[in-house]
């Protein structure tokens, strides 16, 4: 029974991409042009710049190394506070016309933060040293952020098209309730995606990072 409900979710999620496709390109164009600038911006920083970010990400790897006990309940509050934010900002821009633009602006600047928390690791550490730093701090969890973040994105973007293309009160209201439910969904999802940030991430990191 639960294999055919996992083939069945499966099933959906790919429906929903293929039916999304152009909406999906664009949205994950403007991720990977905001993860490009992020890295573009780190290689363009001025040596003094890179020094700091130097002691400061080796300062954080000293103190995560020397760190007994994590509260990892207070971590997951604010993960989960920071994602339902996002969650809810990208709902609210989404229900009106002037506010896809924002929408992209937000998928640009976590593309940013996502290429620019990568360079520094690289950078700073080195292509080894950074990449396993990386991999075990950021993957797991954005391996459904940033899924979720683009489907937000795309479900407020055919809000979006449906608005200027029926100007109909009774199907904007529809749309708008499916935007509603589809960003609720989305929102739980981000839970789960908090929970392995906090509870499996930080955990394999504190392994990892003695040996840094």
Not at 3 to 24: D, F, W
Not at 134 to 141: E, F, M
Request: proline fraction near 1%; charge should be positive; glycine fraction near 6%.
């Amino acid at each position: 029974m639960n294999k055919n409900k996992s083939l069945k979710l499966i099933t959906a999620i790919r429906g929903h991409v293929l039916n999304n496709s152009k909406e999906y390109a664009i949205v994950a164009l403007i991720f990977i042009i905001g993860i490009f600038l992020g890295v573009l911006f780190v290689n363009n920083m001025q040596e003094a710049s890179k020094t700091d970010l130097n002691s400061y990400l080796n300062n954080f790897i000293n103190k995560f190394k020397n760190l007994e006990d994590i509260n990892n309940m207070n971590l997951l509050k604010q993960s989960i506070v920071q994602n339902i934010l996002l969650a809810v900002a990208i709902w609210f821009f989404g229900t009106t016309v002037i506010g896809i633009p924002i929408v992209w602006g937000i998928v640009l600047y976590r593309g940013f933060c996502f290429g620019y928390a990568i360079s520094i690791c690289v950078c700073v550490l080195g292509f080894t040293k950074g990449l396993i730093f990386v991999l075990t701090s950021l993957l797991l969890q954005n391996i459904i952020f940033i899924p979720v973040l683009l489907a937000l994105a795309v479900s407020g973007f055919k809000l979006y098209k449906s608005i200027i293309k029926n100007k109909e009160k009774e199907n904007i209201k529809l749309e708008v309730l499916r935007h509603t439910i589809f960003s609720l969904i989305m929102s739980i999802t981000l839970i789960f995606s908090s929970i392995i940030e906090v509870f499996i991430s930080n955990n394999i990191l504190k392994i990892i990072i003695k040996y840094f």
